[in-house]
């Protein structure tokens, strides 16, 4: 299980998120900073002993809010690490989600892909 509390870096500020709900294989997170609420849910799906198909995701959601206290809009963030036609194997699923964060912190690539680049 995860820790009661996770530190994460939300617009350059680090921003502890405590376990508010659990129940079998998920869990949420919450936080605050300045005026901006972030949830963090963690789910894992799992198949029958022998099955394909595990799933793990991880999802990160901003509500905002500007100086008054008004909401204006949700961000939302997540990924989804899935085996497919076999049993999950950690080593490789582990590979294949670090190669995807990997990705998206380098350079300017998030910059891009939000920018609608493809």
Do not use: C
């Amino acid at each position: 299980m995860l820790n009661n509390s996770i530190t994460i870096t939300y617009n350059a500020l680090s921003v502890t998120l405590n376990r508010v709900a659990a129940s079998g294989f998920e869990s949420t997170y919450f936080g605050t900073t300045g005026n901006d609420k972030i949830t963090m849910n963690v789910k894992h799906q799992i198949p029958a002993r022998g099955k394909s198909g595990e799933s793990h995701l991880i999802r990160l959601d901003a509500e905002m809010y500007d100086a008054s206290g008004i909401y204006y809009a949700t961000a939302s963030s997540w990924m989804v690490i899935k085996t497919f036609d076999g049993v999950q194997v950690d080593l490789d699923s582990t590979r294949i989600a670090t190669a995807l964060a990997d990705f998206v912190k380098a350079g300017t690539n998030m910059a891009q892909i939000v920018g609608r680049e493809s």
